[in-house]
């Protein structure tokens, strides 16, 4: 995918967020570190364009939640900054959805914060190989990989261009790209 | 990581970069519990009466969901005459994963480290080291400066008996400070000449060109021993008063461990300046030691000797 791919992308996401949601009054974007903060942010702006009201934003970092704790290097963290979710329509933002250990993480993490009324999840890209039972309600594109396949999404924020590349690479070189 | 935190100089500056980093994100979300350790135990493990840094500690591990014994020399076996290794390794024997030890012998936790598989954390040895009050002092002070390189830190008091002191001094050089240390002749102690530190007799000429003022607490259990002749004479001398916080440059940091002794070492409307960050040392105790914590368990564990290590 290229950066006018992405933006198509997000911008159809946006439109489906509020098509689904009867608008975005309710609506809370929260951005799963680092690339899903950015394309939340994106998001957000995006809906403000289209429905003119402005759509909270929150960064949510799942360092604390992970399930392979004490199997690895502890991750870096950084803080939580999330807004009032009671009673909110909780989007989940991230780049990439693959086995969908993260999002079990961030779950969690966003349960502890408080009791939304419905959390849904929105991914730039779906490459398969799921290992635990959660599906993306907004998918910017699927694509089929190999589990020695590495997706490397940039967004323009940190890499200073938009794109979805797929490279491959050899075996313990994925399991760090994968942290 | 490291496996144990004996002397802050287990850690070089990218390991307490790493530290207060990590403590950083804890900061932010104080007061939020988290699942992280709900697999592990760590024991506090104090051989001398501690408030803060024990009930610090015990709160870190309990927010990241570790089981928390607490183990006081006094009402224990100790009290029978058993000896540090017999119960460290009874302790071992129940199954823990972190020790974290105060003892009034310097090099007690580096002692215990030989003799358990756990990790050892040392909070306070005699009047050797602290390296968690260093890591929270570094902390405190990293919130108000953008860099440790070239701040200007004088620590006054009674260094001779000091653990804290020995600590943030090498935490401060490790991160780049420079360091003062102000106390009368009989509180420095001997060798200091090799610290690497300017050392002075007189607070008043150092004052004026500090970024962070940190006053030890004048430890009035060991006063009867005639190192000051009277604590008002200190107090007089070497106290941080009304008139001698007024020469600080505006911005400079007063800093003290705790438990003060208003009117000695800091004088009791001193201690409520906007600039003295004496209660925020108390809450970024917990940040630090949650991040040490999940540094330290949160990882595979360390062979010691092996490439991680150290």
């Known amino acids: ?113 408080g009791r939304p009324n419905a959390v849904q999840l929105a991914v730039l890209v779906d490459r398969g190989h799921r290992e635990l039972p959660i599906r993306a309600d907004y998918v910017g594109k699927n694509i089929p990989t190999a589990h020695n396949e590495e997706v490397q999404v940039h967004v323009s924020e940190l890499e200073g261009d938009d794109s979805v590349v797929l490279g491959t690479v050899d075996e313990p070189a994925r399991k760090e790209a994968s942290r | 990581m490291i496996k144990h935190l004996l002397s802050i100089r287990d850690l070089d500056a990218d390991g307490i970069t790493r530290v207060l980093d990590t403590a950083g994100a804890f900061r932010e979300n104080m007061g939020r519990k988290y699942p992280t350790l709900r697999l592990k135990t760590v024991v506090n493990f104090f051989y001398e009466s501690s408030t803060r840094t024990r009930t610090s500690f015990e709160l870190a591990a309990k927010r990241l969901s570790a089981d928390v014994l607490n183990f006081a020399s006094g009402g224990s076996s100790v009290e029978k005459g058993e000896s540090l290794k017999d119960t460290a390794q009874t302790i071992e024997a129940m199954g823990v994963d972190c020790i974290i030890i105060r003892h009034s012998s310097a090099g007690a936790a580096n002692r215990l480290a030989d003799w358990v598989s756990a990790s050892v954390i040392n909070a306070g040895d005699g009047m050797h080291e602290h390296p968690t009050q260093a890591l ?36 401060l050089q490790t ?60 107090a ?68 010691e000797g092996g490439p991680d290590a150290g």
């Not at chain 2, 008996?161 to 935490?171: K, L």
Request: charged share 25%.
């Open chain 2, 136 to 171: 929270l002092d570094l902390f405190t002070i990293r919130q108000h400066v953008p860099t440790f390189e070239g701040l200007r830190v004088a620590i006054v008091g009674d260094v001779l008996h000091s653990r804290v002191a020995r600590s943030d001094v090498i935490g």
């Open chain 1, 1 to 113: 995918m290229d950066s006018g791919d992405v933006a198509r992308a997000l911008a159809r996401i946006a439109h489906e967020i509020i098509e689904r949601n009867k608008g975005a009054s309710r609506v809370v974007l929260v951005g799963i570190l680092t690339r899903g903060v950015h394309l939340a942010e994106r998001l957000s702006r995006a809906i403000a364009e289209i429905e003119g009201v402005a759509v909270p934003t929150g960064s949510l970092d799942i360092g604390l939640y992970r399930d392979d704790i004490g199997m690895r290097e502890p991750a870096p963290l950084a803080p939580v900054r999330v807004p009032d979710i009671d009673g909110k329509t909780i989007v989940l933002v991230d780049d990439v959805l693959y086995t969908g250990r993260s999002i079990r993480a961030a779950l969690d993490a966003l349960i502890d914060l």
């Open chain 2, 236 to 303: 007089r001398l070497w106290g941080l008063d009304r008139r001698r916080a007024a020469m600080l440059p505006e911005r400079a940091l007063i800093m003290h461990p705790g438990p003060m002794n208003r009117g000695v070492e800091i004088a009791a409307d001193v201690a409520e300046f906007e600039r003295a960050v004496i209660t925020d040392q108390v809450t970024n105790g917990i940040a630090v030691r949650q991040a040490l914590l999940y540094l330290i368990l949160g990882g595979p564990e360390v062979k």
């Open chain 2, 175 to 234: 991160m780049g400070a420079d360091v003062t240390l102000v106390a009368p002749p009989t509180l420095l102690p001997p060798g200091v000449d090799s610290w690497g530190v300017r050392v002075a007799t007189h607070l008043d000429p150092v004052l004026r060109e500090l970024d962070v003022c940190y006053l030890l607490r004048m430890q009035l259990e060991r006063q009867k021993s005639g190192y000051v002749p009277t604590l008002r004479e200190y």
